[in-house]
């Protein structure tokens, strides 16, 4: 069975820091695209971050520079370091997986798998 978890979200002021991690129960997880998105209260899930299996990142141009994806395959988990966060970051963020085929285009319809979700909440 498919697990994907994520922890690490929280309350922080804004310009400060968050680390989400999310740990995946995928007999392959080395071969997927992981991905994280997240979605703000009445608006549409979207794409944040992604990175191939070979560890090639995308992000999406509101976070560039702020924001680092990363992925320890040997562990099989998964990581978003949010740095300088603005209340407009608020949101839950959810991890995902899929094949690596459009990983780069952070569309969630090319993620197969999805994680429950944590809430990240930045205040001005």
């Known amino acids: 069975q498919v697990q994907l978890v994520e922890s690490g979200g929280g309350s922080v002021q804004a310009g400060g820091s968050l680390r989400l991690s999310c740990a995946a129960s995928l007999s392959t997880y080395s071969s997927y695209c992981m991905g994280w998105f997240r979605q703000a209260p009445g608006l549409e899930r979207e794409g944040v971050a992604s990175?191939?299996?070979?560890?090639?990142?995308y992000y999406a141009d509101s976070v560039k520079g702020r924001f680092t994806i990363s992925r320890d395959n040997a562990k099989s988990t998964l990581s978003l370091q949010m740095n300088s966060l603005e209340p407009e970051d608020t949101a839950i963020y959810y991890c995902?997986?899929?094949?690596?085929?459009?990983?780069?285009?952070?569309?969630?319809?090319?993620?197969?798998?999805w994680g429950q979700g944590t809430q990240v909440t930045v205040s001005s």
């Open positions: 995902a997986a899929g094949g690596n085929w459009r990983c780069d285009r952070l569309q969630s319809r090319y993620f197969g798998y």
């Open positions: 990175i191939l299996s070979d560890g090639s990142t």
